[in-house]
């Protein structure tokens, strides 16, 4: 397996380094777990049927759980650049002209000479490595890689490359091996973490297990009682990628695979056998994350420390008739809930549940909050969530999104939705997620007054991410087709489907 470290010139000085229990600074150590793709229904704490993440409801019980976590964009870039900032992102819509931008910050100059975290953009590592925290990243998504910014603030940034020696027994397919495992993630972070570790630190985890390609490992393959097809698990990811092609209009690429007809299964078949493949995966990285934090337990780093687990965005498969993640058919629930668990020092408050609606852009001021930093989130969207981690109420929040074909606002109960492509001037789809959680019925003739008001809501949304335009100094933005990247990365995106060869 081929990783890539890089290593900030204070880290080789030994800043901050101390691997005593003694040496416990009053400031918390910070992990931040974030698992690409992760859907927040479908973990066993949420009420899945299947036992698809003991190590979390363990891990649950020692913490706080927020059940209606929302993201800030259904796609890695723009999520994680969000995350990693308190800021909702940015694409100009709805009069962008491209797919994406500049990581969903177009009115930011991304990297030089691609896109990426703008520098302007202050990171959670950035400002705990600014307060005293050495900040050490793991990184297997080629999205969040050192050329797009994301390793700003860290000390140590390790970039894992594709799996050179995948465990399936076939011969060299494009979609084996497009990252890197979780067990040898988590194996690696196991052996840095019995070296010398600065006190307090920061420690970022970022896994793809649960993204496509869904080969998890043979032994977790049939762990869950579906009605698998008898076709096998690389030919069922063939027809998923077939129809992730298909849907973004990328005939040519699509057809280098077969369609799940061609294979002679009914859409029902196809779905349940990969519905058993993510459960698979999510079980896999579950187990791996349970591996690490029984390691931080035994070396007393878990007790004293803040621990978050949480997802870029969620995954559709075939609920709604698309497959993987993506903005086409307007921001379904199975796409932008996360998981959001947070377990605190001294494990304060175990066992709390949450049902209020959070925001990912709320994840760094809390973590700035919880660590004693709280005043420097002043300038970001998002809220600490304390309120709630107290055991006390709160104003409630809406969560926005923004993209080039929607606009968003979803409360607890609404979701209101807004196609910029419809120029009949109609007033936008309102569901009610209280009477109608799957999204079937458009209630907003029936319920005008709501519908009204949560669009002025996200025209003020839309209005306050204008001003932040206009504040910045801005450039033209970037579309895909101008990235610059090389080989083996635009390998790797096609293998996990972002690219095609036509992009």
């Known amino acids: 397996m081929a990783l890539t470290i890089l290593v900030a010139a204070a880290w080789l000085l030994g800043c901050g380094a101390d691997s005593s229990p003694q040496g416990q600074s009053r400031a918390p150590d910070v992990v931040l777990v974030t698992v690409d793709a992760l859907r927040a229904d479908v973990l066993s704490l949420s009420g899945w049927p299947d036992a698809t993440s003991p190590e979390l409801d363990a891990m649950a019980a020692d913490s706080v759980v927020f059940d209606l976590a929302v993201t800030s964009f259904p796609g890695t870039p723009p999520a994680m650049t969000s995350l990693m900032t308190g800021l909702f992102p940015w694409v100009g819509a709805p009069t962008a002209p491209t797919k994406r931008t500049d990581h969903g910050f177009s009115d930011f100059h991304p990297a030089p000479g691609r896109f990426g975290v703008p520098a302007e953009l202050d990171t959670l590592a950035e400002i705990l490595a600014r307060n005293g925290y050495g900040a050490i990243g793991f990184n297997t998504n080629p999205y969040l890689n050192s050329p797009s910014g994301f390793h700003q603030g860290f000390t140590e940034y390790v970039e894992f ?125 579950d187990y791996e994350l349970g591996r690490l934090f029984r390691r931080l337990q035994e070396l007393g780093r878990w007790q004293t420390s803040v621990v978050i687990v949480t997802a870029d965005h969620g995954e559709e498969l075939l609920d709604h008739g698309l497959v993987s993640h993506h903005t086409l058919n307007g921001l379904k629930d199975e796409l932008i809930r996360i998981p959001l668990i947070v377990k605190l020092p001294e494990s304060e408050a175990a066992g709390t549940r949450v049902d209020e609606l959070v925001r990912m852009v709320d994840i760094t001021p809390t973590v700035l909050d919880v660590v004693g930093l709280g005043e420097l989130a002043s300038g970001m969207d998002g809220k600490s969530l304390r309120p709630y981690l107290e055991g006390a109420g ?45 999204e079937e019925r458009d209630v907003a003739a029936a319920r005008p007054v709501v519908a009204d008001e949560l669009r002025a809501r996200l025209d003020r949304v839309i209005d306050h991410l204008r001003a932040r335009s206009d504040g910045v100094a801005t450039q033209s933005v970037s579309s895909v087709d101008e990235l610059r990247l090389d080989a083996s990365t635009r390998e790797q995106l096609e293998g996990l489907g972002y690219l095609t060869g036509d992009n």
Request: charged content about 25%; cysteine-free.
């Open 161 to 285: 490359e594709p799996d050179p020696e995948p465990t399936s027994e076939i011969e060299y397919h494009a979609l084996v091996g497009k990252y890197a495992p979780a067990s040898f993630v988590v194996e690696t972070i196991l052996d840095r973490l019995e070296e010398p570790l600065p006190r307090p630190f920061f420690l970022w985890l970022h896994l793809m297990d649960p993204h496509s390609p869904y080969l998890p490992p043979p032994q977790l393959a049939r762990a869950f009682p579906r009605t698998f097809s008898d076709r096998t698990d690389l030919e069922i990811n063939e027809a998923v990628y077939h129809e992730i092609y298909r849907q973004w209009g990328a005939t040519e690429a699509a057809d280098t695979y077969p369609s799940y007809k061609d294979l002679g299964l009914t859409r029902a078949t196809l779905r349940e056998h990969l519905l058993g493949l993510y459960e698979a995966e999510v079980r896999y990285a």
């Open 394 to 438: 709160d104003e409630p929040r809406v969560a926005p999104i923004v993209t080039v074909g929607y606009g968003m606002i979803r409360t607890a109960r609404w979701k209101y939705l807004h196609d910029w492509n419809d120029t009949t001037g109609a007033r936008g789809r309102l569901f009610d997620l209280a009477a109608d959680p799957t």
